[in-house]
């Protein structure tokens, strides 16, 4: 049996549309390589090298939003890199004797209400400690979906397309109208800040995060970034009263609070005064990981 | 179809007698990449190029007995196959019996296939079955066929779709417009199947080529570390002992062979040209055996029957040292040397014959 030359016609046009596709595809692929060692996500949408399987003892998975993801910086000088390697050097008296990873799975303009939606995207990946590394950009400016939602690809099969914004020279992760501070933090802000008022909405949200990994058997540390304001202060210390009055006695949960262990006026420790250089960045995840070997050990 | 049989046998028998005596490789080999593969069907996170051929592993895995002896008895059938494949191929070209039968014996003992009985963690076998297999099959206009063959083949490694591109190359040549369309549309699928398959495997089980100089196809593919690891003398010794004194048989059946068939060869250059280089070209030149051992046998056949078996002897004997590295086999150089001897003997025969067209010789010999 043989094709007539029509239907061969309409194979080839097939053929056409599938090489298009795939073209598209590596140069997207292309694209993730380029940027991901640089200031860009992995082709699954989160920072860092790429890899499905844990390959040691625990994960630690970090959410957030641009002071976590590192805006700014390059992947190996985020904080997420310092901390596993922190976490890896075997002279360190709590080392556990397995590599430890981090994985970064923020992303800039993300906040507080999607933090469940990303852990849900990334179930996959098996996190055993969630670290809420949470900004400063109160619920988020991407909404409850987070930022990768924006992508109907990334919603539907997990990857995350970034050709069309490498070409426009316009990255979401690069955009300075998404790595803001909340209103509500900025000193001079009218209105009460604490959980029980203004910043309500955060702290509930922040509180159902909890509430969902800890349904999974995922420990949480809750982490305090440091303060960019009189009025964030206040906001997490009332975020750390909720969540001690919350979660009193459950091994769990941890709230450790890095608030003062950078000074972000320091223009060595932080160019913008939210967001931490490299220097500032290693500085914190020096500072942050005995805490953080405190949570893997309550596992 | 009985000698076919016989002849497959006795291949696989003096084969697998060669796999048992040939030692373990003393070098690191591709042995945990496809066993895991086996055993687990995909390896999350494979780094390795080795990981995206699939098929093979995926057989061999599901054969029972000792891992070695699977892996041996898969080069070793594979390779009989070829060799067999390549005969019925030669046939269908219009080569003659006594040609077709030489050709058997030298792919069956060629440095490619024996390569793979001394390390058979490879798709390699496979792919010299595939050649010889789709390629008769496109000859006698099954094409249907040849691309379900070369779907399946691309599963195991690309190459197994180099012949529906040399066909579409040929027919072009040809100016046969309407065959080339088709045979485009036949190539462009199998193909695409081995995109898909490479884009599957890295989106669902994060696969990559790691560090892989093959895939680095702007700065030089593999072909750049192999002739910087070889040199150029080197590297000029190594692509002439993949193939030994049938380089030298090889221009002169060219020029002897019907315009159809030199046709076929011009079409196969840049499919090899590709796969020299993202592959190391000694080896990658054994996957379009196909294509270049049919023009040395119409120079071969023409020495006497001694000769030219003596030729198979001793290209052979120079094959198990340095393919299956055979070591109780004295140094590969005098086997090789007599067989270049002879080779020059059957060039300088076949020039000062009478040049006949090949269809005449194919009579002569079946008559």
Not at chain 1, 163 to 184: C, F, I, K
Not at chain 2, 86 to 102: D, H, N, S
Not at chain 2, 151 to 166: D, S
Not at chain 2, 235 to 243: D, E, P
């Amino acid at each position: 049996m043989q094709l007539s030359l029509r239907a061969v016609a309409w194979v080839l046009s097939a053929e056409t549309v599938a090489v298009l596709i795939s073209a598209l595809l590596i140069l997207d692929m292309r694209a993730h390589a380029a940027v991901e060692q640089a200031d860009g996500p992995n082709t699954w949408g989160f920072r860092g090298t790429a890899r499905l399987k844990a390959v040691g003892g625990a994960r630690i998975a970090v959410v957030g939003g641009s002071a976590a993801y590192g805006y700014g910086v390059g992947w190996s000088q985020s904080f997420p890199y310092y901390l596993e390697r922190a976490l890896n050097q075997m002279w360190r008296t709590a080392y556990p004797h397995s590599y430890t990873e981090v994985i970064n799975l923020a992303a800039v303009g993300d906040g507080a209400a999607s933090y469940i939606t990303t852990l849900r995207d990334y179930a996959y990946l098996k996190p055993d400690v969630v670290c809420i590394y949470d900004g400063y950009a109160g619920l988020g400016v991407t909404g409850a979906q987070g930022a990768r939602h924006a992508s109907v690809v990334f919603t539907k099969i997990g990857y995350l397309p970034i050709l069309g914004d490498v070409l426009a020279r316009r990255p979401p992760w690069a955009s300075p109208e998404r790595a803001v501070v909340d209103p509500l933090l900025r000193d001079g802000a009218v209105g009460e800040v604490s959980c029980d008022a203004g910043s309500r909405g955060v702290c509930s949200a922040i509180i159902e995060t909890v509430v969902w990994a800890i349904g999974r058997g995922i420990a949480v540390a809750v982490v305090t970034p440091p303060y960019v304001s009189a009025r964030h202060e206040a906001q997490q210390a009332s975020l750390a009263a909720l969540l001690a009055a919350r979660f009193q006695g459950d091994r769990g949960v941890h709230y450790i609070n890095m608030g003062r262990q950078i000074d972000v006026r320091d223009r060595a420790q932080s160019p913008d005064g939210i967001h931490l250089t490299a220097r500032g960045n290693q500085t914190l995840s020096e500072n942050l990981v005995d805490a953080m070997f405190d949570v893997l050990s309550s596992r | 179809m009985k000698r076919t049989a016989l002849t497959f046998i006795a291949l696989v028998a003096l084969l697998g007698t060669v796999a048992a005596f040939a030692p373990k490789p003393s070098f690191l080999t591709d042995e945990d990449v496809y066993e895991s593969t086996a055993r687990q069907f995909t390896l999350v996170d494979c780094s390795d190029l080795q990981c995206f051929r699939v098929l093979v592993p995926w057989i061999v895995g599901r054969l029972p007995g000792p891992q070695v002896f699977r892996w041996k008895l898969f080069a070793v059938v594979s390779t009989a196959g070829a060799a067999v494949a390549l005969g019925r191929f030669c046939l269908v070209v219009g080569i003659t019996p006594r040609a077709a039968q030489l050709a058997i014996w030298l792919v069956a003992l060629g440095f490619g296939p024996l390569l793979t009985l001394f390390n058979p963690y490879t798709a390699d076998p496979l792919m010299y079955l595939a050649g010889p297999l789709v390629a008769t099959e496109l000859f006698l206009g099954h094409r249907g066929r040849a691309v379900l063959l070369a779907t399946a083949g691309v599963l195991a490694k690309e190459v197994a779709a180099a012949p529906l591109w040399i066909f579409c190359a040929w027919s072009v040549l040809q100016r046969r417009w309407t065959k080339a369309v088709r045979t485009l549309a036949a190539a462009m699928a199998a193909t695409l199947v081995w995109v898909w398959l490479q884009l599957w495997l890295m989106l669902r089980y994060n696969y990559s080529y790691g560090g892989s100089k093959s895939a680095d196809l702007l700065h030089g593919g593999d072909l750049v570390v192999w002739l910087g690891h070889m040199g150029p003398i080197g590297a000029a010794i190594a692509i002439f002992g993949a193939f030994g004194g049938l380089w030298l048989l090889m221009p002169i059946g060219f020029a002897r062979a019907t315009r159809d068939l030199r046709l076929l060869a011009i079409a196969a250059l840049p499919a090899a040209a590709v796969l020299s280089y993202v592959q190391q070209p000694d080896r990658a030149l054994w996957n379009f055996h196909y294509v270049m051992i049919p023009f040395a046998v119409i120079a071969l056949q023409e020495l006497p029957a001694l000769w030219r078996w003596l030729f198979v002897v001793c290209y052979g004997a120079a094959n198990l040292r340095v393919g299956a590295q055979l070591p109780f086999l004295p140094a590969a150089r005098y086997a090789l040397m007599t067989s270049v001897a002879i080779a020059l003997a059957a060039v300088v025969v076949t020039v000062r014959r009478p040049r006949a067209r090949m269809a005449d010789a194919a009579a002569d010999t079946q008559g």
